[in-house]
């Protein structure tokens, strides 16, 4: 799928998705975000609202990203604003970026100036971005052949990847959620492909037997 969304983004014809002939060049906005979901498992808003002071390089040279607020439309105003808390308050925390992400912050990183509060992400004109852009943005990206895509395969790809390695428990703790319920239920995917465990079943038994 990043493949592809890079042949989108330099303009290219994908399945289901024509060339771009004319107008403005496409937005990387979808590729990056999708670079920092996929590397943290935070929501679409959540990672719409990451600023510049949000952002710590460690020690080690790996950088934690802090989640303190979400891009959303206030219900009264009907306009965009950060709100300065996620969805829940289990929400709230700090997360490791994986490595293969670092490039991709680091550059977003540059591209704010010296403003901490500057967003990582915003609009041609400085402005919030809409998470519904973003998902409209992924519609266009992901073509016919990832039609099932939507930006909470994301995070479910991130809960299923850290359940397979480290446990249930290391998944739940790494999506924020409040319980490992929410967690099995809705954000980790069951193998379709059962592991090799041959070996025990083979154990005791002959051929003769």
Known sequence: LRAQMEEWLAGNEIPGTPARTRGPQRDRLVLDASDLMLATG??????LAIRRKDCIQLADGRWRVSITGTITTDKATK??????????????????VADFAVPTLTRLLEATGEDPEALLFTTRTGGLVDPRKLSGQLRKARGSNFAWVTPKSFRKTVGTRVKRKMGLDAASEQLRHGSTRITERFYVDDPEDVADYTDALAAGWTRDE
């Open 79 to 96: 306009k965009l604003v950060r709100k300065p808390k996620p969805k829940t308050k289990n929400s709230v925390g700090t997360i490791i």
């Open 42 to 47: 935070v929501r679409p808003g959540e990672v």
